[in-house]
């Protein structure tokens, strides 16, 4: 959510930016806010006439009740209850047009950086750099759910008939490579002196819509029926939240975190070949990273985020690239975001393993997180958020990228501590 006061003085630069975001439904909002303000500012200062003339007129009758002249008194009375009811009239008219302001700046996207690239949607993203040569074995590598299968390690049946499509059961060495990875990517954050941090898994709604735009929560959250509680996207949410009404001591700045949740998503409007298996789900389980700090710090920590994912992902030898995504591939909160992808052997392609983003004072001005200057002065707090690891989508790449012309996987030396030692592991079919 922008400022209203940059909104109120720059209209044409919150247009543009609409524009730029190819969200031209959007432009009538901000004609719309800046009307309403209007009339905020006109009741506030009706308000504050009549409610010192009411002031004023109680010591009046005071003066008057003294000097004995009761009927000059009941005139002024009746003269301050007209205003009171007025008064009245007035504030609930505030709280509405406060509400109707609120409704549109929620909805009106966040100044995207200058940096960012203009392109419509995802298939304009721009490509930035690329680690690690991407190999094509002279072998065929198949699907990733025949690749897990063979290891005895995936069972979508037995999920489908207890929960349906989405689930998944991981088993066996599958299921032990899932935590291994988990667990090394813990360590990896840890060790880059990041706190790590296991949150709630469930949020209030007025945590949601301050992390998160209306339309990424109706298309991702899952409800809690009877409770003002939702089950969480990813553990940026329960993370950002942890901040809310906060003023924090600017020596306490930055706060890098990284935190393990499980994540359960909606996935609406999923299809193709590769939403099969393992690959789009309902459930997944992943490690965050998070930073909240100065504005000024913002672009350092962008680029500490992303670098974080390519080292981890290069530390398992797995070959990935970042993509600059475009003006219409941001969420409305988003200042500036690039995707980690991880080159995949099959498809002879690279596919999203990660995303890291920079919100601005987005979250920050929905949740009222503050930073208290060394001089007594408040302002509003920058938020970040990168995935560090998602498996089970991980585990597609660490399968393709690692599998052997005789079907065994290959353990890179990192992740062996975390696998007892195995430096492979072999199929069981």
Request: proline share 5%; glycine share 6%; hydrophobic share 35%.
């Amino acid at each position: 959510m922008i400022d209203i006061k940059f909104l109120r003085e720059n209209p044409e630069a919150v247009k543009t930016n609409i524009r730029n975001k190819f969200q031209e439904e959007k432009l009538p909002l901000v004609d719309e806010v800046i009307a309403l303000d209007k009339e905020r500012r006109e009741i506030l200062q009706e308000l504050e006439a009549l409610r010192a003339e009411k002031n004023r007129t109680a010591k009046e009758i005071g003066k008057l009740m003294g000097q004995g002249k009761k009927e000059e008194a009941e005139e002024v009375k009746k003269r301050v209850a007209a205003s009171g009811t007025r008064i009245d009239e007035l504030t609930a008219r505030s709280r509405e047009v406060d509400e109707e302001i609120s409704r549109r700046m929620m909805v009106i996207p966040q100044i995207i950086d200058p940096s960012v690239p203009i392109g419509k949607d995802d298939s304009e993203n721009v490509e930035i750099e690329r680690f690690g040569e991407p190999v094509v074995p002279e072998f065929e590598v198949p699907y990733h759910a025949e690749i897990m299968d063979a290891f005895d390690g995936l069972d979508l049946d037995a999920a489908h008939r207890v929960a349906g499509n989405g689930f998944y059961y991981l088993k066996g060495d599958i299921a032990r490579l899932h935590s291994a990875v988990l667990s090394y990517a813990r360590d990896f954050m840890i060790d880059r002196g990041f706190t790590y941090y296991i949150p709630p898994y469930m949020i209030r709604s007025n945590v949601v819509t301050g992390v998160m735009s209306f339309a990424e929560m109706d298309a991702m959250m899952y409800k809690i029926e009877g409770e003002d509680l939702y089950l969480i996207g990813t553990s940026e949410h329960s993370m950002i939240g942890k901040f809310i009404d906060q003023i924090i001591p600017e020596a306490d700045l930055p706060q890098t975190l990284t935190s393990y949740s499980p994540c359960f998503r909606k996935e609406k409007g999923s299809h193709g070949l590769e939403e099969r298996g393992v690959y789009r789900i309902h459930q997944f389980e992943k490690q965050e990273m998070i930073v909240v700090c100065k504005p000024e710090d913002s672009p350092y920590w962008y680029d500490q985020l992303w670098k974080n994912t390519v080292d981890l992902f290069r530390s398992m030898e797995i070959p990935v690239r970042t993509l600059e995504c475009c003006s219409g591939d941001l969420a409305d909160l988003k200042v500036k975001s690039c995707d980690v992808e991880a080159w995949s052997p099959r498809q002879k392609k690279y596919f999203e393993v990660g995303s890291c983003s920079n919100l601005g004072d987005a979250q920050a001005r929905r949740l009222k997180i503050r930073v208290q200057g060394s001089d007594g002065n408040k302002y509003l707090a920058h938020t970040l958020n990168n995935t560090v690891v998602a498996p089970p989508r991980m585990l597609i790449a660490f399968l393709e990228n690692h599998l052997q012309a005789d079907g065994s996987v290959y353990i890179p030396e990192v992740l062996r501590p975390y696998m007892g030692g195995k430096d492979r592991l072999v199929p069981k079919k």
